[in-house]
Nanobody
Framework: QVQLVESGGGLVQAGGSLRLSCAASGHTFNMYPMGWFRQAPGKEREFVAGVSWTGANTGYADSVKGRFTISRDSANGTVYLQMNSLKPGDTAVYYC??????????????????WGQGTQVTISS
């Protein structure tokens, strides 16, 4: 069983930065690909970024490419999402997710087995 707890959300002005953290419990965390997703009001949950179980491979949604960076610290059981040049369109609840199979991340929500409770990110114009 893996438990995920996100933190780091908040309210910032457009152009600002935030770093989200996802702390994972469970001894098998280091074997899991991880993803960050977000869900804005009235919209479906969408893929933001993913990282392979080794951390060597990462991927991003086109809307955040060049602005967001995903990384993982396996020693501390934490996955990060560094978000720069934030825009009002980035406003959403952000979730981290763990996939308990394979080595690569996926962009679809149903590929993930464990989810955090989410952290709110609000960007003002």
């Amino acid at each position: 069983q893996v438990q995920l707890v996100e933190s780091g959300g908040g309210l910032v002005q457009a152009g600002g930065s935030l770093r989200l953290s996802c702390a994972a419990s469970g001894h098998t965390f280091n074997m899991y690909p991880m993803g960050w997703f977000r869900q804005a009001p009235g919209k479906e949950r969408e893929f933001v970024a993913g990282v392979s179980w080794t951390g060597a491979n990462t991927g991003y949604a086109d809307s955040v490419k060049g602005r967001f960076t995903i990384s993982r610290d396996s020693a501390n059981g934490t996955v990060y999402l560094q978000m720069n040049s934030l825009k009002p369109g980035d406003t959403a609840v952000y979730y981290c997710a763990a996939r308990a199979a394979g080595r690569s991340f996926y962009t679809n929500t149903d590929a993930y087995n464990y989810w955090g409770q989410g952290t709110q990110v609000t960007i003002s114009s």
